[in-house]
């Protein structure tokens, strides 16, 4: 589920705050809130990055997510102490090469929307993903589930969220969001479910 609500003022650009949580009220960390304007708007330059880091560190992908535009890249960091398998079976990329102690991994590049989850063959537990976005607009929630989109032209888009728990094949119902504000705050609540085994998440559901 999702749902949503707006409350604006009038200006030519905003920031839109977002606060994610889930359905019992708990702020909603790691959550993807992407923007989609109108097609009666002029289509705006993509805003989100072109490359991101994960690093691995305590054999843990550190952060849990990151977004690029479709088209950019990621690159792999990795300042553990054990040598790490990075690999992705996802549907949206497929890769797979090893990453010694100390080392950079060439950067990977995603030219497909969606959500790759990433996995270390050596080490089952650790998991990250990356969201490509086609959305000119993207940000990621924070620890208290708030993220904040800055210089959003006015005008109608639709707001879409995603988050690594929400229910496999449950995609959520994008909100409408007016933008005419200096700052707009948009509340989106998601149902989540519990985390999934880790070698389920890195199959091609994503």
Known sequence: MLAGTVAFATANAATVEINVADSGGVP?????????????????????????????????????????????????????????????????????????????????????????AIGCNIHDNMVAYVYVADAPFAAITDARGHAEIPDVPEGQYTADAWHPQLRIGRKPQPVPLTVDANRVKLSISVALTAAPAMSHMHKSDY
């Open 28 to 116: 909603a960390a790691n959550a993807v809130v992407s923007l989609v304007a109108d097609n009666s708007m002029p289509a705006p330059g993509p805003r989100t990055p072109e490359k991101s880091i994960i690093d691995q560190r305590h054999e843990t992908f550190l952060p849990l997510v990151v977004i690029v535009r479709r088209g950019g890249n990621v690159v792999f960091t990795n300042n553990d102490t054990t040598m790490h398998q990075v690999y992705s079976f996802s549907s949206i990329k497929q890769f797979q090469f090893e990453i010694d102690k100390g080392q950079i991994s060439k950067p990977v590049i995603f030219d497909k929307a969606g959500v790759a």
